[in-house]
């Protein structure tokens, strides 16, 4: 199994404030996900990074995909209470299909 | 449209019986899977299909059979339910490889399931 570590587990963030999730692995991983999951549903699908280098931008959330394809991190500018939520990564590695997820960050913003 | 549904949404087992979750989707995906998330732990991949008749293994297959007969339907049967399979089961489904979309993977709302 190739392990993805997620960092930090918790933040409590204010309105407006900046941050940034990491997520880590000694694999290499040719596409990484990044899913938002709200209580009592499934993950939804933010963004896939493929490209070593690669920045990807969705409104206030930027992704990037580690030059080596091992890592990647997600920044949030000004959060909002509505990006309150469990963060996670996944990575498709070299057999294909199957996903093996991060333990996800559980973000709270407040007003 | 309906995506990915799964029922039930919630079971409470006896240890030692056996159930079958559901999971249809209504997108023509050939790749469908399920997931166990527990606390602390993430999603777990417990078996996965590329295409009907064709299904594998994840991470945490013991414990759990699947079969895929049609291209809308991967059920997942309990064969003896124990405590440690309390958890929110995930079904997700995907088209497959996209060039700048990965595996873009859609979730069922989960089935919560209680083995006292």
């Known amino acids: 199994t190739q392990l993805l570590e997620q960092s930090p587990q918790f933040l409590s963030i204010q309105e407006g404030e900046n941050l940034t999730v990491y997520c880590n692995s000694s694999?290499?991983?040719?596409?990484l996900q990044w899913y938002r999951q709200e209580p009592g549903e499934g993950p939804v699908l933010l963004v896939t990074?493929?490209?070593?280098?690669e920045v990807k931008k969705l409104k206030r959330l930027t992704f990037q995909f580690g030059d080596a394809r091992k890592d990647s991190s997600l920044h949030i500018t000004a959060a909002q209470p509505g990006d309150t939520g469990l963060y996670l990564c996944a990575g498709a590695g070299s057999s294909g299909y199957a996903l093996n997820f991060g333990k996800g960050t559980s973000l709270l913003v407040t007003p | 449209n309906a995506g990915v549904t799964q029922t039930p949404k919630f079971q409470v087992l006896k240890t030692g019986q056996s159930m079958t979750l559901q999971c249809a989707q209504d997108m023509n995906h050939e790749y469908m899977s399920w997931y166990r998330q527990d606390p602390g732990m993430g999603l777990r991949l417990i078996h996965y299909?590329?295409?009907?008749?064709?299904?594998d293994q994840g991470e945490v297959p013991n414990g759990y059979n699947v079969s895929r007969s049609t291209t809308e339907d991967f059920p997942l049967r309990l064969l003896s339910a124990a405590p440690s399979q309390t958890s929110v089961y995930f079904c997700a489904s995907s088209n497959g490889w996209d060039l700048t979309l990965g595996y873009e993977q859609y979730f069922g709302p989960g089935t919560r399931l209680t083995v006292t």
């Open positions: 694999s290499v991983f040719s596409s």
């Open positions: 990074v493929v490209t070593g280098g």
């Open positions: 299909s590329v295409g009907a008749g064709i299904t």
